[in-house]
């Protein structure tokens, strides 16, 4: 089991708001032995890997979304300061580069905008005012930024359940490694009895 890793989400995770995803929790267990009194020690360690592991999965899968979801959020602002940029110039004529395609750009001269096209989709552009672009960049910011709040507090959650589930495997094997180590230490003390008891009957006298 590695160990346990920073949460470098933590100032952002709320540990009073449940996940947003329906990600199942981990229950701390702080009586060891009670908790094992009828389980199998084996296919206890067997399910605490199998919930780390399906946690490391999440892990991965959520920090992924929020590289995407962070990336467009700046893609949006982008857009927006764009839009400002344009809006602020309606009275003017003024050169602006624009990509082409990937790497390649190309220049254009803009005389006394008035609108401003936006990208949809699916090969789909509209003609916007500038206004109405603003509205359409915010509403679709606003979204992407509540995805990303709760993506981040479903992350932070995760870890925490990784912590859990690190200190639980932790507990359960010291517990183990004590009950086995007794074990032996009664199995001496029984061998010790049991030769004791060899050697003082084979030394003692027979009455004459």
Do not use: C
Request: charged share 25%; aromatic share 10%; net charge negative.
């Amino acid at each position: 089991m590695s160990e346990v890793e920073t949460n470098e989400y933590s100032v952002l995770f709320e540990a009073d708001i449940k996940p947003t995803s329906n990600i199942p929790g981990v229950t701390f267990i702080s009586n060891v032995e009670e908790y094992l009194k009828d389980k199998e020690i084996e296919s206890v360690f067997r399910q605490l890997q199998d919930s780390y592991s399906k946690f490391k999965y999440f892990e991965s899968k959520l920090s992924n979304n929020i590289s995407i979801l962070t990336l467009r959020s700046k893609q949006l602002q982008e857009s927006l300061d764009i839009v400002d940029h344009v809006a602020s110039k309606t009275e003017e004529n003024f050169q602006v580069q624009y990509e082409l395609s990937e790497g390649v750009y190309s220049s254009a001269q803009v005389d006394h905008p008035k609108s401003i096209y936006l990208w949809l989709g699916a090969n789909v552009m509209l003609e916007y005012s500038f206004e109405e672009a603003k509205q359409v960049l915010r509403k679709n910011k606003d979204s992407v930024d509540k995805q990303l709040k709760d993506t981040i507090q479903d992350l932070g959650y995760v870890k925490d359940q990784i912590t859990t589930t690190d200190v639980n495997v932790s507990r359960v094997y010291n517990y183990d490694v004590l009950q086995k180590r007794k074990l032996k230490q009664q199995q001496l003390q029984g061998q010790s009895n049991i030769s004791t008891t060899t050697t003082t009957t084979s030394t003692s006298t027979p009455p004459k």
